[in-house]
């Protein structure tokens, strides 16, 4: 008698890991798409900050032509540029992602 109690209790959890097993591939697939979402806004924030460190460099050695140009080699879209006395602000655009740096001219 036991052993039939036994051999019905294998029955029931049979196939139960496939229902399992596809909850933690699910899983498994929704965290890698976050993780490369989450890669592309990081290197997004990254060239950003990149481009607004390069145009300011350049704005404050040669004025605002040179921050827009430069700006624009980096992937970016120059959205300020403020000149206090010898520093220069600037404020770039990278697709969705924005970035501000500063540069001081020195002699």
């Known amino acids: 008698m036991a052993q039939r109690s036994e051999a019905r ?4 959890d049979a196939g139960q890991v496939v229902p399992l097993m596809a909850g933690v591939l699910a899983l498994v697939a929704v965290l890698a798409v976050g ?6 806004l990081v290197a997004r924030r990254a060239q950003a900050q990149t481009a607004a460190d390069a145009a300011a460099l350049a704005g404050a ?3 605002r032509a040179a921050a827009l140009q430069v ?3 980096n992937d970016g879209d120059l959205e300020s540029f403020v000149v206090k006395g010898p ?3 600037v404020t770039v655009r990278v697709g969705d992602a924005r970035a501000t740096s500063r540069a001081r001219r020195e002699w």
């Open 9 to 12: 209790r294998g029955r029931r």
């Open 35 to 40: 993780l490369v979402l989450l890669g592309n």
């Open 61 to 63: 050695a040669r004025g």
């Open 71 to 73: 700006a624009g080699e």
């Open 87 to 89: 520093e220069v602000e």
